[in-house]
């Protein structure tokens, strides 16, 4: 599509591809090549890259824009749980749970679109369907809702805290008690926009854990979250001295980590209770550890018995 533009005061004067690198915010050799290939130009007259732009021109912008990449799909994304008004898959890590800006990576949404799963309507553009979703870098079950019905019922319930979310997670070193809560308000860090922190201006959040194993560095927690807040498990481990293993963005050793063959956050979605949004039936979904998980848990596992 075409656009045209009288040449601005402040470039009459000036070399053609400078003035076209202003006006269009883009380099000066990005600028020669729209130049070359036609897609700049002025009108009723010829003009080369270093010709001079006078008083009275108008310059003529039909660029031709790059057909977008294909979004890349989650191939190995599991369905756990579908009937006609839900959908549970098992996020694989690396996968996002809708597009956003400055992915370019899979994510669920787009995934099961392209395997031809109905998704509601109802929602944000490019995130319909979805009421609770997971980290890039955490696995796990994740729900999407694929009737208005279900969509309505379950962010509903997710509000209310009505579903019971259990992760499992391996913090580092030995947690004082085997059962206790985490009350603390989470909210942005100052020093990073991709950073969250306990803070007394933050939104509440409660997340209650059991410990399931302890070995000699790490361990290995039951994680039942009250409510939702972005990096919350992660926040509030790290709130207490034992961030999880595999996450030096909360404090985690990356020694530790390195040794265990990790490359992300210990940390994964494993069960999913709730009420159908239209039986009304108790409903439990289930996971299993990724390979990556188990072969860390493993690892330690093996370190313990070598200690004692």
Not at 126 to 137: A, N, T, Y
Request: with cysteine; aromatic share 6%.
């Amino acid at each position: 599509m075409s656009r045209l533009v009288p040449a601005p005061d402040a470039l009459i004067g000036k070399r053609f591809d400078v003035a076209v690198a202003k006006m269009l915010g883009v380099s000066r050799s990005k600028a020669v090549e729209f130049i070359e290939a036609g897609e700049v130009s002025v009108l009723q007259r010829s003009i080369s890259k270093s010709g001079t732009l006078a008083s009275g021109d108008t310059v003529e912008f039909d660029i031709v824009e790059p057909d977008p990449e294909p979004e890349p799909l989650a191939e190995g994304m599991a369905v756990v749980y579908e009937d006609d008004d839900i959908v549970v898959v098992d996020k694989p890590v690396g996968v996002a749970a809708h597009a956003s800006a400055g992915w370019t990576g899979p994510t669920v949404l787009g995934s099961l679109l392209a395997r031809g799963v109905h998704i509601t309507s109802m929602g944000a553009p490019g995130r319909q369907g979805i009421v609770s979703r997971l980290d890039v870098g955490t696995s796990g079950l994740m729900l999407v809702c694929k009737s208005d019905l279900a969509y309505r019922e379950m962010r509903r319930q997710f509000a209310n805290h009505e579903v019971t979310k259990i992760y499992h997670a391996l913090a580092q070193g030995n947690l004082t008690h085997d059962k206790a809560t985490i009350e603390a308000p989470i909210g942005r860090a100052k020093v990073s926009d991709f950073r969250f922190t306990v803070t007394p201006l933050g939104k509440k959040a409660i997340t209650h854990f059991d410990v399931l194993e302890r070995f000699s560095e790490a361990t290995l927690v039951s994680v039942n979250l009250e409510t939702g807040r972005t990096h919350q498990i992660r926040v509030h481990f790290s709130s207490i001295g034992h961030p999880l293993v595999g996450d030096p963005m909360y404090g985690a050793n990356p020694v530790f980590a390195q040794r265990l063959g990790l490359t992300r956050q210990w940390l994964h979605a494993m069960r999913l209770e709730f009420r159908h949004p239209r039986t009304h039936l108790h409903t439990v979904v289930q996971s299993r550890y990724p390979a990556d998980l188990q072969h860390a848990l493993n690892a330690v596992r093996e370190d313990k018995r070598e200690k004692e």
